[in-house]
């Protein structure tokens, strides 16, 4: 978690709360948690769960993985039709030649699917001090480092371009479908980046909360699309609450429309103030001016937004201290306030885990992904809630 965090420090409110309220506290009855990927022989990380118009489910994320920073990420997908019961066997949508990370998916009103992503080069420090120890044997590469074998496996993966072709690698994305994920286009630029991907409006934007991630200022806020995904345009950024630094300490947004209308976006923070905590701002003109944020009292990061058929807010985040694993929380005024915690799994081994999206199924019961290092298997799964809120 350390280097992910390295590698993103680099990379007038009109809802001022002058004190943290809470709901009522709600319970979630946890139905089933279960491991639905289906490859132990790869760290699977940084998912996230869909539901179409039809009921079927997406679940994406960075797949081929051999560890937390490596250079082998591609895009995987799976699909289910029947509520996450049974998963289809995981396809490949995105394979560049550097490291594909983290996979947000969702449906437009149109039909069509959108697969966000981003490329990095975060696994070069860890190739570049191993090549600093490394040496040609007779069985190949090797490094002081590295196991056996590995060094070479990163070398052949590393060289497969120039140091100027992995440079221009770099980039925030997204892949479109429209013909159910049969087939996909080419990479489509976003402006922005965050783990979950955007989200549809009302008035039929798509609206990308996120941080340009390989730009001088690393500007944090808001791109939108007017053409179901096809380009995005730069729409507003969002200020910096005082005293803190978003270039290096706010990371990771994910953004939904209240039933009111209000948007709300909610920030990793990783600043002094509220350290660890998720932040949150608002917007009343439609993503074009923005809060200052603000702390909503919850620990833990990063967060997904998703808004019920009865209008509620549910906000899912990872909790990366005792007890580790996933909790939830539950507006019923539109984000002004927020429920006290629910805990859908908390028997994590570490803090190697989280990252929950959360879906809406037809009977109300809702459908929780994230990823996990766990005992067993060695490298990160991804696990399922299926729970209620009573």
């Known amino acids: 978690m350390t280097n992910r965090r390295r590698f993103l420090a680099t990379t007038t409110s009109a ?12 319970a979630a009855k946890i139905i089933e948690t279960k491991v639905i990927s289906q490859q132990p022989e790869f760290y699977h990380g940084w998912p996230t769960v869909a539901r179409r118009q039809n009921g ?35 396809r490949v949508l995105l394979d560049t030649a550097t490291d594909d990370r983290d996979s947000g ?7 069509s699917l959108i697969v966000s992503t981003f490329t990095s080069l975060a696994y070069e420090d860890h190739f570049k001090k191993a090549s600093t120890f490394a040496e040609h044997t007779d069985k190949g590469w090797t490094s002081k480092t590295m196991p056996q ?16 072709e992995r440079q221009a690698e770099l980039g925030e994305w997204v892949i479109r479908s429209t013909d159910g994920g049969k087939s996909w286009s080419t990479r489509i630029p976003t402006i922005v980046n965050s783990p979950h991907g955007p989200i549809q409006l009302k008035d039929g934007r798509l609206l990308y909360a996120g941080k340009q991630l390989w730009t001088a200022d690393k500007k944090v806020g808001v791109a939108e699309s007017k053409d179901d995904g096809q380009t995005w345009q730069w729409l507003a950024e969002i200020p910096t609450r005082k005293g803190d630094n978003a270039v290096r300490s706010y990371h990771e947004l994910h953004a939904v429309e209240a039933a009111d209308g209000t948007l709300i976006a909610q920030i990793r923070n990783h600043n002094e103030a509220n350290k660890g905590e998720t932040l949150q701002t608002e917007s009343k ?30 906000m899912t985040y990872g909790h990366r201290r005792k007890p580790y694993g996933n909790q939830a929380r539950i507006s ?59």
Not at 105 to 111: I, L, N, P, S
């Open 149 to 164: 074998g590995q060094f070479t496996k990163w070398k052949a993966a590393h060289e497969r371009l120039s140091d100027e």
């Open 332 to 390: 019923s005024d539109n984000g002004q306030t927020w429920s006290e915690a629910m805990i859908l799994s908390g028997d994590g081994i570490g803090g190697d885990l989280g990252y929950p999206s959360t879906v809406e199924l037809a009977d109300g019961t809702l459908l929780s992904v994230w990823y996990e290092t766990m005992k067993e298997p060695k490298l990160a799964v991804l696990r399922q809630a299926t729970w209620r809120i009573e």
């Open 105 to 111: 998916v969702m449906e437009t009103a149109k039909g």
């Open 15 to 26: 809802l001022a709360f002058p004190f943290i309220a809470r709901g009522a506290a709600p």
């Open 285 to 314: 003109d439609g993503g074009k001016t923005w809060s200052e944020p603000h702390s909503i009292g919850v620990w833990g990061l990063p967060s997904h937004l998703l808004r019920l058929r009865d209008g509620r807010l549910v």
């Open 56 to 90: 079927e489910l997406w679940v994406s994320w960075s797949g081929g993985r051999e560890s937390h920073v490596c250079p082998f990420g591609q895009v995987h997908a799976m699909t289910s039709r029947d509520n996450g019961a049974t998963w289809t066997w995981p």
